[in-house]
T-cell receptor, first 114, second 114 residues
Framework: DAGVTQSPTHLIKTRGQQVTLRCSPKSGHDTVSWYQQALGQGPQFIFQYYEEEERQRGNFPDRFSGHQFPNYSSELNVNALLLGDSALYLC?????????????FGPGTRLTVL | AQKITQTQPGMFVQEKEAVTLDCTYDTSDPSYGLFWYKQPSSGEMIFLIYQGSYDQQNATEGRYSLNFQKARKSANLVISASQLGDSAMYFCAMSPRGGGKLIFGQGTELSVKP
């Protein structure tokens, strides 16, 4: 039973660049949520995708966008990177969109912006 | 506003003893879910236990139990018979309606001493 996978593991970018992070949900799950975790903080919700649509969004600027594919995998795109975007980006999968329950997390992508 | 508060930045416990990690929450939603996650230094968030707001009994999962006191809006995690492998960050989280976004606390770093 494959768990949640994320790629890449680590990434280094410079200010102003764009980045794409990828996530494959746990087998059988149809919902993907993205979180940003700054050093020493709890994760902050970015958005959730279900049925290929953004269903819920946290307090993040439009520079953060996403996509969900028919196979339920998802991408997180961040444009015009800022130093403050340096963080661990976590993907979580679940079943049933907003009515779903327990979320399973992937290992994360650590993004460093120089 | 929905909020999770974890007031213990760090905790120490002796191996084989029990430890309680505190969590209080604030929400006006009648239906919500409460979660505890463990995050080792590797970064992956590991689901531990879930309590629904309408559940009559406290949730238990092996050595983990959740002391749910709805009137006090608290959801403390109790770990019995601590093991060295329990050393990690522990996050309390809440999800309105049980699905959708997770709102995390700041976390408690637990250190288990041999």
């Amino acid at each position: 039973d494959a768990g949640v996978t994320q790629s890449p593991t680590h990434l280094i970018k410079t200010r102003g660049q764009q980045v794409t992070l990828r996530c494959s949900p746990k087998s059988g799950h149809d919902t993907v949520s993205w979180y940003q975790q700054a050093l020493g903080q709890g994760p902050q919700f970015i958005f959730q995708y279900y049925e290929e649509e953004e269903r819920q969004r946290g307090n993040f600027p439009d520079r953060f966008s996403g996509h969900q594919f028919p196979n339920y995998s998802s991408e997180l795109n961040v444009n015009a990177l800022l130093l403050g975007d340096s963080a661990l980006y976590l993907c979580a999968s679940s079943l049933g969109g907003l009515a779903g329950g327990e979320q399973f997390f992937g290992p994360g992508t650590r993004l460093t912006v120089l | 506003a929905q909020k999770i508060t974890q007031t213990q930045p760090g905790m120490f416990v002796q191996e084989k003893e029990a430890v309680t990690l505190d969590c209080t929450y604030d929400t006006s939603d009648p239906s919500y879910g409460l979660f505890w996650y463990k995050q080792p230094s590797s970064g992956e968030m590991i689901f531990l236990i879930y309590q629904g707001s309408y559940d009559q009994q406290n949730a238990t999962e092996g050595r983990y139990s959740l002391n749910f006191q709805k009137a006090r809006k608290s959801a403390n995690l109790v770990i019995s018979a601590s093991q060295l492998g329990d050393s990690a960050m522990y996050f309390c989280a809440m999800s309105p309606r049980g699905g959708g976004k997770l709102i995390f606390g700041q976390g408690t770093e637990l250190s288990v001493k041999p």
